[in-house]
T-cell receptor
């Protein structure tokens, strides 16, 4: 059965730290890998990755995909308390979207 | 551009009842998908509609059904509610291209007592 795994499941860091969140997948008919940030309600879109080795950046966040090893990482540099959230990755294929369990990140002052 | 709108925001129902949730996608988006989110199971795919047709379906019982209207608005129905149906139900819309990212609404929090 297709599966998306995220690690760690939970993480506590201090403001200013750099964090790396991991996402591995084993889904057939891969189309894209998506990252979302979920605070209270709606997951908000961060990145969509389709090609290996091309880093996507948005401010202090960046992400990259390795299609050979079937994983992606999300990096957050100089973390702030506002980065506290659950980070979800999801893999899309031709007929479905499968989400991982999420990484709960807590950034303490 | 207005985002994805879900109504109602909160619902409390009793076991055995049925419920209908509504989702209005972002203007121009023709694909609408539904997800159930619970602490134990995470985000699970329910179904996807495109141009009024169900395109894909997740592993949920037949008590869960949906439909999409010609204006792309979608409804999800759950019949014979069970306690385990208590969850946050999220709707997401995307553009026509299946490789477009999903944009989520704020969800409907359903509590079954």
């Amino acid at each position: 059965e297709d599966k998306v795994v995220q690690s760690p499941l939970s993480l506590v860091v201090h403001e200013g730290d750099t964090v790396t969140l991991n996402c591995s997948y084993e889904v057939t008919n891969f189309r894209s890998l998506l990252w979302y940030k979920q605070e209270k309600k709606a997951p908000t879109f961060l990145f969509m990755l389709t090609s290996s080795g091309i880093e996507k950046k948005s401010g202090r966040l960046s992400s990259i995909l390795d299609k050979k090893e079937l994983f992606s990482i999300l990096n957050i540099t100089a973390t702030q308390t506002g980065d506290s959230a659950v980070y979800l990755c999801a893999q899309t294929s031709y007929d479905k979207v499968i989400f991982g369990p999420g990484t709960s990140l807590s950034v303490i002052p | 551009k207005a985002g994805v709108t879900q109504t109602p925001r909160y619902l409390i129902k009793t076991r055995g009842q049925q419920v209908t949730l509504s989702c209005s996608p972002i203007s121009g988006h023709r694909s609408v998908s539904w997800y159930q989110q619970t602490p134990g199971q995470g985000l699970q795919f329910l179904f996807e509609y495109f141009s009024e047709t169900q395109r894909n379906k997740g592993n949920f019982p037949g008590r869960f059904s949906g439909r999409q209207f010609s204006n792309s608005r979608s409804e999800m129905n759950v019949s014979t509610l069970e306690l385990g149906d208590s969850a946050l139900y999220l709707c997401a819309s995307s553009a026509r291209d299946r490789n477009s990212p999903l944009h989520f609404g704020n969800g409907t929090r359903l509590t079954v007592t």
